[in-house]
């Protein structure tokens, strides 16, 4: 599945796509982050109480978003850690920025750790290989759902450890 | 600085843009635009994504358009009960 990744057209990887010189000079202070953060809950709410399969997108495609122009500021690890201040958790060194903002947006025990990790490794492998302008969940439908996302993640995080 | 927003919020950026104008008459428009997004974004009216060009995009949040549409809602109200 990498390989077909590999040859998609217009295939990059997101650290090549973006220009990261492009900050749009705008403060984004506590409050916007709050904000961002509640915004975020609010359509996990709206998620929890939609029986629609495909719902949970909504919700993934908001989070993959925010991390997403974080990224381009070059600050996702800090505003990962504050997100996770500003709802009382504790910010933890080598923080992965998805779960955290999962963390932050849904109280953390109303989410089962192995749908966390599910999601998580999902919107990794999308950051790494969703090429720009298509949509998440089209994307995550076209390999294997989120299922098959979290599956091509962990096979190529297994190839990078033992370098092949 | 050009700021890419959608319709709705660039409507009330430049409406609210021409009420600070005349408070800051210093400002000049990118400072203006950037104070009132920057407004907009800690009141949750409006969040910030990575357009497909790689440029950040700005857009009204689902809270603006649910605030316009009560606001809305109960100017119509007040104009029954003239």
């Given at each position: 599945?990498i390989?077909?990744?590999?040859n998609?057209?217009?295939?990059r990887t997101?650290g090549k796509?973006?220009?990261?010189?492009?900050?749009?000079?705008?403060?984004?202070g506590d409050?916007?982050?709050?904000?961002?953060?509640k915004?975020l809950?609010r359509?996990?709410?709206n998620?929890?109480?939609?029986?629609?399969r495909s719902?949970?997108?909504?919700?993934?495609?908001?989070?993959?978003e925010l991390?997403?122009?974080?990224?381009?500021?070059?600050?996702?690890i800090?505003?990962?850690n504050?997100?996770?201040?500003?709802t009382?958790?504790r910010a933890?060194d080598?923080?992965?920025?998805?779960?955290?903002?999962?963390?932050?947006?849904?109280?953390?025990?109303k989410?089962?750790?192995?749908?966390?990790?599910?999601?998580?490794?999902?919107l990794?492998?999308a950051?790494a290989?969703k090429?720009?302008g298509?949509?998440?969940?089209?994307?995550?439908?076209?390999?294997?759902?989120?299922?098959?996302?979290g599956?091509e993640?962990?096979?190529q995080?297994?190839?990078?450890?033992h370098?092949? | 600085m050009q700021?890419?927003?959608?319709?709705?919020?660039?409507?009330?950026?430049?409406?609210?843009?021409?009420?600070?104008?005349?408070?800051?008459?210093?400002?000049?428009?990118?400072q203006l635009?950037?104070?009132?997004?920057?407004?907009?974004e800690?009141?949750?009216?409006?969040?910030?994504?990575?357009?497909?060009?790689?440029?950040?995009g700005?857009?009204?949040?689902?809270?603006?358009?649910?605030?316009l549409?009560?606001?809305?809602?109960?100017?119509?109200?007040?104009?029954?009960?003239?």
């Open positions: 599945m390989e077909k990744l590999a998609l057209p217009g295939h997101i796509e973006i220009d990261y010189s492009r900050h749009c000079g705008v403060r984004y409050a916007a982050l709050a904000q961002d953060i915004r809950h359509i996990w709410r998620v929890q109480s939609d029986r629609h719902a949970i997108y909504k919700f993934l495609t908001a989070v993959f991390i997403e122009w974080w990224r381009v500021e070059r600050l996702v800090c505003r990962a504050r997100a996770l201040a500003l009382g958790s933890i080598r923080c992965d920025p998805f779960s955290a903002v999962f963390v932050a947006a849904i109280a953390p025990r989410l089962e750790r192995r749908k966390l990790s599910k999601y998580t490794r999902a990794r492998f950051a290989h090429p720009p298509k949509r998440l969940d089209r994307f995550i439908k076209k390999y294997g759902g989120l299922n098959g996302c599956s993640f962990a096979k995080r297994r190839r990078s450890r370098g092949g | 700021y890419h927003m959608d319709k709705t919020l660039r409507f009330w950026v430049e409406h609210e843009a021409e009420s600070t104008k005349r408070k800051f008459p210093n400002l000049s428009q990118s635009i950037a104070s009132i997004l920057c407004e907009f800690s009141a949750g009216h409006a969040n910030r994504f990575v357009r497909k060009d790689g440029k950040i700005w857009r009204a949040t689902d809270k603006m358009r649910e605030d549409f009560e606001q809305e809602q109960a100017a119509l109200d007040n104009d029954d009960d003239d």
